[in-house]
């Protein structure tokens, strides 16, 4: 089933949870909303379902207008973070439960249950109640009760958050394969950017109310709309740096120095206009090593102020002159070094360059002269 | 004590649980005894005593200073069953408590979901639901004397104004009848109304949004959801309300006085005026005594035949 949104907007009295929402989702699709709590996915999510009346704006299913219709006519199904799983009734009048009003005979009923429990591996456990389920079991269940239904449109409101890390990563390509299964169209709500770049088919970032960017995960994760879709998507966190652009508009000024106590700066081929910026560089494009290479324009000694070890990588928080950066570094880390060097990137793709005020990106690429582009020259 | 132990651990049919708190209950028992030793003494003294005196009350015959003259035996019990009053008595006290006890509990489920929905000045009802909590038995029954006071009464009144003839509702036995079941309702409505608000509050709502989205009306997710979810609050209320309506006297003493013709006349009053109006307390205390096996009884019926449709969590 293929969805639109058009001009979305949820108000409750006086406050308002989502304005404007203009998107498309495609038929069959995986379809992600990610953003902090209280962006107003879930409330989005619901709004879709018909749950949550909508204050204006329109929903088309296949061209059809349903933004009034009842939840029970849009033929959907949903499963819920808490599973929503009946306590007093077994794992197959669960499934009844949610198929009972489709008018199916008896038999279909009986070969729909049989088929979403199969699929789902709970076939053995049906007659049991969801009490004597493990967490990811009934998860499961609700999963089969949202797949008897045959419904073309499958929302889950973070289905997966209740979970331990290790259940979650399994029920994660468990519902990757379900998708690919059955085909069905499905939105996804989660917090977890993990699961947005790991699921989704194309992920929309949600914040303040508002659309931040939809995209496939890597065009998020590459070109970021602003620095919120910059920050938000990837871990650690992107830094985001507080910079200056002076007056000739081709010098972006850093706030480090290199060991011979020379600022740092970006140069650009072509001005924009001066002023305050920031800059965000994730901390896997930094590159850490521990010998000192004397003054180099793109090197800074930092002081390492914590270190986690994550096994076969570390990360790092560094700062010089007073300013913080996080830094991913490929190999083990002495908890005990005191010392570092950090070399900033050179590649323009690396570079993220927003507005200091709304945080909107400003495009660096087309501001590299032709011969130059794809990389940038950082001098002292 | 050894032996004891293993005998216990090798006892089929127990829960593990249930062995090791018996096991700790035997080491612990001499402090045990001390903790529970000031309850212990009380209900001795107020209800263990009072309870045997009455049992031994009952096997005697009463001389008219109110002593017990001579034993009888099982007379007293033969007596009171030969005795039109305490028959009816009996058969309304019945009727009294089945009609009330359900009427709580429908209208405070009622309410509780009407404050349950999002509606304005939610505070304020569930405040005003549960106020009757705070109200005395006396009080609640001067205030229910006050509205159908045949001549000042709000609700005679309003009858009047309607034109209906009959509007002193406390000389017809229905009247009498509805006046107590009336108040009763309204005094216990509070503390089932608190109880079921909170059951209700406990059913997930994310429940009702997959009814919602199967297609389920509001009358069936009540009866789907709602009613099996807060099964254990329904159970508990039905017992507490039955065993608290059969023992009703504050309302009856103040509101009807047994009238009229006996026909509020219900038992726990009955026993009263027998005892403290006739001074016979050999009859009152086997009528008591038969009060508390019947109230055992429905106890009884109940768990066992209505707690199987209880779902506990």
Redesign the interface.
């Known amino acids: 089933m293929r969805i639109q949104l058009k001009n979305l907007s949820k108000q409750y009295q006086d406050t308002e949870v989502l304005t404007n929402i203009n998107t498309e989702i495609r038929e069959g699709e995986f379809f992600v909303l990610v953003g902090p709590s209280g962006s107003g996915k879930s409330t989005l999510l619901r709004m879709i379902a018909g749950l949550i009346p909508t204050t204006s704006g329109q929903i088309y299913f296949d061209d059809q207008d349903v933004t009034n219709d009842s939840p029970k006519d849009r033929h959907l199904a949903m499963v819920f973070q808490n599973y929503a799983l009946l306590p007093f009734l077994s794992v197959q009048d669960n499934i009844r439960f949610g198929i009972r009003n489709l008018g199916l005979s008896k038999t279909e009923e009986e070969a729909r249950i049989f088929e979403a429990l199969n699929m789902v591996h709970l076939l053995p456990q049906r007659h049991r109640k969801p009490k004597a389920l493990s967490g990811g079991q009934q998860q499961r269940v609700a999963l089969a009760r949202a797949i008897a239904t045959k419904a073309p449109l499958v929302l889950m409101d973070e289905p997966l958050s209740n979970l331990d890390a290790q259940l979650r990563s399994e029920m994660r390509q468990e519902i990757v394969r379900l998708h690919k299964e059955i085909g069905m169209t499905l939105i996804y709500v989660t917090h977890d950017q993990v699961e947005a770049m790991t699921m989704g088919d194309r992920v929309m970032v949600l914040n303040d109310r508002q659309i931040q960017q939809v995209g496939t995960p890597l065009e998020l994760y590459n070109r970021p709309k602003n620095a919120f879709v910059g920050e938000f998507i990837g871990s650690p966190r992107m830094n985001i740096i507080d910079v200056q652009v002076d007056e000739t508009g081709q010098s972006i000024q850093l706030p480090f120095k290199q060991k011979n106590g020379v600022s740092m700066a970006y140069h650009l081929t072509e001005a924009i206009p001066s002023g305050r910026y920031r800059l965000g560089i994730r901390p896997e494009d930094l590159q850490v090593s521990f010998v000192d290479q004397g003054s180099h324009k793109q090197i800074m000694p930092v002081k390492i102020e914590a270190v986690a070890n994550l096994g076969k990588e570390a990360v790092l928080t560094v700062t010089n002159s007073d300013s913080n950066l996080v830094v991913n570094c490929k190999t083990q880390v002495d908890s005990d070094c005191r010392q570092a060097f950090v070399k900033l990137p050179s590649i323009v793709d690396q570079l993220h360059l927003f507005e200091a005020e709304h945080g909107n990106t400003v495009d660096l690429s087309d501001k590299i002269a032709a011969e130059q582009r794809g990389v940038i020259d950082a001098i002292s | 004590m050894q032996s004891r132990k293993t005998a216990t651990l090798h006892t089929p049919n127990i829960k593990l649980t249930a062995v090791k708190s018996k096991l700790n209950l035997r080491q612990n028992s001499k402090s045990a005894l001390w903790f529970l030793a000031p309850s212990l003494i009380i209900l001795l003294i107020f209800t263990f005593y009072p309870m045997v005196v009455t049992v031994i009350n009952s096997l005697f015959a009463t001389n008219v200073r109110g002593e017990n003259a001579r034993f009888v035996g099982l007379a007293n019990y033969v007596q009171i069953f030969k005795d039109p009053v305490f028959i009816k008595s009996l058969g309304h006290t019945f009727a009294y408590v089945f009609i009330t006890s359900i009427l709580t509990i429908i209208v405070a489920l009622l309410l509780a979901r009407l404050v349950t929905q999002r509606i304005k000045g939610q505070a304020f009802f569930r405040t005003a639901f549960a106020s009757t909590m705070g109200i005395s038995a006396a009080v609640a029954s001067i205030l229910f004397l006050f509205l159908f006071n045949p001549s000042v009464g709000l609700v005679v009144t309003f009858l009047k104004a309607i034109g209906a003839k009959q509007t002193n509702l406390l000389v017809s036995p229905t009247g009498a009848m509805f006046i107590l079941i009336l108040s009763s309702v309204w005094m216990g409505l509070g503390f089932a109304f608190l109880n079921l608000l909170g059951a209700l509050q406990s059913v997930?709502e994310?429940?009702y949004?997959?009814?919602?989205?199967?297609?389920?009306s509001n009358w069936m997710q009540t009866w789907?959801?709602t009613v099996?979810?807060i099964s254990p609050t329904l159970f508990f209320l039905f017992v507490v309300e039955i065993i608290g309506k059969f023992k009703t006297f504050t309302a009856v003493d103040l509101i009807t006085g047994g009238g009229p013709d006996n026909n509020t006349n219900f038992v726990a009053y009955k026993i009263y005026q027998d005892a403290f109006a006739s001074h016979n307390f050999g009859i009152a205390s086997s009528e008591a005594i038969v009060l508390t096996i019947v109230i055992a009884i429905a106890t009884w019926i109940q768990f066992r035949y209505t707690e199987r449709s209880v779902?506990y969590?």
């Open positions: 997930p994310s429940y949004e997959v009814a919602e989205i199967a297609g389920w789907k959801i099996p979810m779902f969590k």
